[in-house]
């Protein structure tokens, strides 16, 4: 079996409430799959369902190969799990709650710790109650990866880091997965999503609005025009353009597909300024929130 995640018709009820209404989804050994979605979306159910944290009201789950409510500790072994709401308080240090968890896997990941904490700046001598969010976000990261799992959930996990230390933690998935673990990345942030995700998959209301290569998504959000002409814009000209907006001699929207007959259209108007450029990931999930069955 190839893929990391299969489930089937996953469905998620809390009393009459329906969190998750009837998921299909297939995350391939070996890739990087962002799941994207609002406040509330289900990603976070999802992953815990994955997880065995919750049970499913209906559909099929497979969790490398096995249903993960049998799977037991064997399974658990093999995966990383990094929680969207990471609480950490006690008197433990660092140092000593990561070494805990490497006893708990009969020592994996125990020599990963010091070089982990050292690339995120991590003081592992203090106690994790005294700890800043974003330093505890660290420890949750490093425990997460450190036993180079089969498979790791990730659930908002650069959430509190700075900057530099979101490009590092990029950097430290796309080494993770070189080397072959399987990551599921949920995240709000779209353009680390973009950055380092092999596919992604949009969650709205319990439901997968589209599931797709990040360069396919690209290519679907098109590309962003603006353009001044030395009179006024020549509306009837641009009918092709999508979501065109026209003041004066300057036009806006939105241009799918090959340039070319766009740029044959402008060649035959007096032109001052062209602007065109790639419209990013979050123009796209925006799009796929706004229209009714997605992008």
Do not use: C
């Not at 992953?47 to 490398?64: F, S």
């Not at 490093?142 to 659930?155: G, K, S, W």
């Not at 908002?156 to 990029?170: H, M, W």
């Not at 450029?277 to 929130?289: G, I, P, S, T, W």
């Amino acid at each position: 079996m190839t893929t990391a995640i299969h489930v089937e018709g996953l469905v998620k009820d809390y009393g009459s409430f329906r969190a998750l209404d009837g998921i299909d989804l297939a995350v391939e050994r070996g890739e990087v799959f962002g799941f994207i979605g609002p406040n509330g979306a289900g990603k976070s159910t999802t992953i815990r369902i994955l997880l065995d944290l919750l049970r499913p009201t209906n559909g099929d789950v497979r969790v490398l190969g096995e249903d993960p409510t049998a799977g037991g500790p064997e399974l658990r072994a093999r995966l990383g799990y990094l929680p969207g709401e990471l609480t950490l308080s006690g008197t433990a240090t660092g140092r000593q709650l990561l070494m805990h968890h490497a006893a708990v896997r009969d020592g994996h990941g125990r020599d990963r710790i010091a070089p982990l904490a050292e690339r995120f700046l991590l003081d592992l001598d203090r106690p994790v109650r005294a700890l800043s969010k974003g330093n505890k976000q660290k420890i949750g990261v490093v425990q997460a990866l450190m036993h180079r799992p089969d498979l790791a959930l990730l659930d908002e996990p650069t959430s509190g880091l700075d900057p530099l230390l979101q490009q590092e933690f990029l950097d430290l998935v796309r080494e993770e997965r070189d080397a072959g673990t399987t990551v599921f990345l949920s995240s709000h942030v779209l353009s680390e999503i973009e950055g380092v995700a092999d596919r992604v998959a949009l969650i709205r209301d319990g439901r997968i609005v589209v599931v797709d290569d990040v360069a396919a998504l690209r290519a679907a959000a098109g590309q962003r025009l603006d353009v001044t002409f030395a009179g006024d814009a020549p509306a009837d000209a641009l009918a092709d353009v999508a979501e065109l907006e026209v003041d004066g001699n300057r036009a806006r929207g939105v241009w799918r597909g090959d340039v070319r007959p766009l740029l044959a259209i402008l060649q035959a108007q007096p032109v001052v300024h062209l602007e065109l450029r790639d419209r990013d990931l979050e123009e796209l999930v925006l799009d796929a929130y706004r229209t009714e069955g997605g992008a």
